[in-house]
């Protein structure tokens, strides 16, 4: 017994009784102690992490920050607090690069590795047993999603994950740290730093010492083009319009975390237009038949969650009234359709730092920054205190989704047929959005099949190599809406776009509403209902070109084969070391190989090795398919190498019109076609330079779509059209796209290209646009500029041209290679409004027409349309690249 002991005995030794109740207490203030210690150390370490504006320098919504800012912010996160580990997502265009906080409990952080696991778990059931998921679920933690300003401008989003971030890694209360054992948050604050880096630079470049909120305030005031710059990519690329087709960095990196963490649900945080205040989901029509009843469910759920959270702070909001999740391309969708319920908040802009309201009050960046924090918080809170049920409904939404596929129809299959590039595009892109895509390894015999139209086709056999993709699988709704040809859209939804149109309104499409991916890619797609068994093998890696460059070094020619629209890569590089070329315009055959229309002629002119090595270079480079041959002989009933149905091909110099009055978009996705996905070496010339600009260097001008005729027309004035008029007289190639097409028809007086309008009868008729579908159409396969394709083009839709043929005897200066069917329903897929398929029939969608000794090549819709049109690329580079040589 120690002195304490003896003492405390002595004291209370006539009363034992007392004693006990004093050991008691003792007790009870120990582990009060302890509990108060337990309390205490964690806010004494949330106490040594710092705020945003310890580290940044700034409050969060006094200024816009900027990528780099976000950074610093989250290394110094990684470093300071044992709630957040860094994820690196990759890099933009602009190479910076972009990072990703996991924010969880420390708890959590340990088992980082279990936790992505059991989220793979709980995504396959084919994997998984109810009872080993629900044993899963016990322990695991709701993964959700977080991102900010996938449009630039959009500032909220980003300071709102910001903030979001500085809470949960600041704060120890109760709620905070139940919300972080319960939940795993990917807090990605800002989705296109590109864009929004260039905004906050002239922001804050165009700020005084305070911000000022009157519209007509430089810091508040710029051009509609630069209004595309800030809200898009660095190719002008709308990427909240990307997300099945992956063509930017961006959207590719973010569905790698998709497919890696499995989140149940995730945010989108995007603004509008001032004037409102907040829109939550749920969203308004039209609904796809294949949108999923999970998310359809939790939508009510943190509607209510959302709604509390907003009245609490007085904030006003509105939900169903307008965005809809028809098209599956905005981030919303895709995540959906990963399975996570997808949710969409709109804050009301604050335009930068401040924006003065049509009612006199001031909207501040820091005050939509709450807003957009308190629905983060709602959407967490509600996320953790329901983990368990959003958990089972998702493990038993993927255990619907194996049963509905395996009814209706089973399969969709894609021949080996077309572009190999393209083919090996959208396979890759499936698995990216994971999609578990199959190789027949036999042939297989498949009844009750339909083609990419949705045509019965009965019986048909597919050959060893073509791709499978089983319905039966988690991501069968996505399945079905990226494959299946048409998706109807509901009657009462059409019937009330119709009223809106009839009133001069916008009918809220809101995009495209025809996207089937053998269509926008050419490629043999089919379905069918019948589930007999195949030999086929799961693919696990990209596939790639299975050509490659001939190994035999070539005595005569080197044969690019014409289905192949990245040959036209090789075009100038080739040229530049002067190696002659020579394009074929009809298919030819070499000892029984088939050779495409377009098949591209390398001749060695006994420079063997230089040439081999030059084209294997590139070959490699652009992973063509390649052959030697010795001799310039074919096949009996072919044309021959040195055929007159082809041409010598010359270097062009190319030049690419941008800036306002074009349209943005439609200059970035010619801008991105020729740099990225081709490398075409091109020059871009600014449209207040044209004018002045010596054409005559130029083979080739390209001039996106026309936003303003009128603005186009007083910027060129008579000199600068009269300039380009000459120029093409004498050689050069002008290429027009959609209301480029108009523009040079009725504004600057080039070509004799029709237009239905031009009718006195229909001069008044009600201009009604095609939203975004599919028709049928006819290729003159005499004419070169089709040359690449063995098979009639689909060709997209979305506007209100319709163009005819110039009256007079057939000429070999006007020609119409490409056209809508004259005859039948022309629609393949998506909407059209009866006067659109009375009127489109036999309208004209590529013209060309000599003009002196150079010609105007003419598309009547955007032949790069988002960058996902792609079964379009080949009439669009044979323009640019062949026109000059062309016959």
Same mark, same amino acid.
Request: proline share 5%; with cysteine; net charge negative.
């Given at each position: ?469 089983? *319905? ?218 044209? *004018? ?105 839709i979305n506007s209100t041209r319709l163009y005819r043929a110039p009256e007079g005897p057939p000429s070999p200066a006007r020609r119409t290679a490409v056209k809508v069917a004259s005859d039948g329903d022309v629609r393949i897929a998506g909407h059209m409004w009866e006067e659109n398929i009375e009127r489109l029939p036999g309208s004209i969608f590529l013209y060309e027409q000599r003009i002196g000794s150079g010609r105007l090549i003419a598309f009547a819709e955007d032949v790069n349309f988002r960058g996902y049109w792609r079964g379009a690329d080949r009439l669009f580079l044979n323009a640019v690249i062949l026109g000059p040589s062309a016959p």
């Amino acid at each position: 017994m120690n002195i304490v002991q003896s003492c405390e005995s002595g004291v209370f030794s006539s009363n034992p009784n007392q004693y006990k109740a004093y050991q008691s207490m003792k007790r009870n203030v120990t582990y009060l102690s302890i509990f108060i210690i337990g309390l205490l150390l964690p806010l004494q370490l949330s106490a040594q992490v710092k705020s945003f504006e310890e580290v940044v320098g700034h409050k969060i919504g006094d200024r816009i920050t900027q990528s780099h800012q976000i950074l610093d912010y989250l290394n110094y996160l990684n470093g300071a607090s044992e709630r957040v580990t860094l994820l690196e997502i990759g890099t933009t265009f602009d190479h910076r690069l972009q990072v990703a906080a996991i924010l969880t409990a420390p708890d959590n952080h340990a088992r980082l590795d279990e936790i992505r696991e059991n989220a793979q778990k709980l995504n396959d059931p084919r994997r998984t047993s109810r009872a080993e998921a629900e044993q899963i679920i016990t322990a695991q933690p709701a993964v959700l999603y977080l991102g900010g300003s996938i449009h630039g401008f959009e500032l909220s989003g980003t300071e709102g994950v910001l903030m979001m971030l500085e809470h949960y890694t600041t704060n120890n209360d109760p709620e905070t740290l139940e919300h972080l054992r319960n939940t795993l948050i990917i807090a990605d604050p800002v989705i296109n730093s590109d864009g929004r880096d260039a905004f906050a630079q002239f922001n804050h470049q165009h700020k005084g010492r305070h911000a000022n909120a009157d519209l007509a305030d430089w810091s508040n005031d710029f051009t509609g083009w630069d209004g595309r710059k800030y809200r898009t990519s660095h190719y002008y690329f709308d990427l909240n319009r990307d997300w099945f087709a992956h063509t930017h960095p961006e959207t590719r990196n973010r569905a790698a975390i998709l497919q890696e963490w499995r989140p149940q649900a995730g945010v989108d945080a995007h603004e509008m237009g001032s004037e409102r205040e907040f829109y939550v989901d749920p969203p308004t029509g039209p609904f796809s038949p294949f949108f999923p009843e999970y998310t359809t469910k939790w939508f009510e759920e943190y509607g209510r969650a959302h709604a509390e959270a907003f009245d609490r702070e007085h904030v006003e909001y509105t939900k169903r009234e307008i965005f809809n999740f028809f098209y599956p391309a905005y981030f919303t969708s895709y995540m959906t359709y990963q399975g996570a319920v997808g949710m969409l908040y709109e804050q009301g802009s604050s335009r930068g730092l401040a924006l003065e309201l049509s009612d006199g009050t001031v909207r501040t960046l820091g005050q939509a920054a709450f807003q957009q924090y308190t629905a983060f918080r709602a959407m967490i809170g509600l996320s953790s205190d329901k983990r368990e049920e959003l958990l089972t409904d998702y493990y038993r939404s993927n255990v619907n989704a194996i049963d509905q596929g395996s009814r209706g129809t089973v399969r969709y299959l894609i021949k080996q047929e077309g572009d190999p590039h393209l083919v090996a595009y959208v396979v890759n892109l499936l698995q990216r959005s994971g999609i578990e895509v199959s190789e027949l390894t036999s042939d297989a015999s498949l009844r009750n099949v339909k083609n990419r139209e949705g045509n019965e086709v009965g019986s048909h056999t597919f050959s060893a190599g073509s791709y499978v993709i089983e *319905a039966s699988q988690p991501r069968m709704a996505f399945i079905r809406k990226l494959l299946e040809p048409h998706i109807q859209i509901p009657e009462e939804f059409l019937a009330e776009a119709r009223e809106r149109v009839d009133r001069g309104e916008n009918p809220r499409f809101y995009d495209i509403t025809a996207w089937s991916l053998p269509l926008l890619y050419n490629l043999q797609g089919f379905s069918t209902s019948d589930s007999r068994s195949i030999s086929a093998v799961r693919l696990t890696e990209p596939i790639g070109n299975p050509g490659g460059m001939t190994d035999e070094m070539a005595e005569y020619a080197y044969l690019i084969n014409g289905n192949q629209a990245a040959l036209l890569s090789t075009i100038i590089p080739l040229r530049e070391k002067e190696i002659r070329l020579h394009i074929i315009y009809k298919p030819t055959q070499i000892n029984g190989k088939r050779y495409s229309s377009g098949t591209l002629v390398v001749r060695t002119d006994g420079k063997s090795d230089t040439v081999h090595e030059a084209v294997r270079e590139l070959a490699e480079k652009f992973d063509l398919e390649v052959d030697a041959v010795n001799s310039g002989r074919v096949d009996p009933g072919f044309p021959p190498l040195g055929t007159i149905e082809g041409n010598r091909v010359k270097n062009p110099e190319i030049a690419l019109l941008a800036n306002y009055p074009l349209d943005a978009y439609s200059f970035g996705w010619a801008w991105h076609t020729l740099d990225r996905v081709y490398e075409i070496p091109h020059t871009i010339i600014n449209t207040t330079n044209i *004018a002045s600009t010596p054409m005559e260097r130029f083979d080739v001008l390209i001039v996106p779509e026309v936003q303003n005729s009128s603005e186009m027309e007083k910027l060129l004035g008579e000199s600068g059209i009269e300039r380009i008029q000459r120029w093409v007289r004498d050689g050069g190639t002008l290429v027009t796209i959609g209301s480029a097409s108009e523009f040079a028809r009725t504004n600057m007086g080039l070509g004799t290209l029709d237009s239905w309008y031009d009718d006195e009868e229909n001069e008044n008729a009600q201009r009604l646009s095609v939203p975004g579908a599919f028709v049928r159409t006819e290729l003159d396969s005499n004419e070169w500029i089709v040359s690449g394709y063995d098979y009639d083009l689909p060709v997209l839709i979305n506007s209100t041209r319709l163009y005819r043929a110039p009256e007079g005897p057939p000429s070999p200066a006007r020609r119409t290679a490409v056209k809508v069917a004259s005859d039948g329903d022309v629609r393949i897929a998506g909407h059209m409004w009866e006067e659109n398929i009375e009127r489109l029939p036999g309208s004209i969608f590529l013209y060309e027409q000599r003009i002196g000794s150079g010609r105007l090549i003419a598309f009547a819709e955007d032949v790069n349309f988002r960058g996902y049109w792609r079964g379009a690329d080949r009439l669009f580079l044979n323009a640019v690249i062949l026109g000059p040589s062309a016959p």
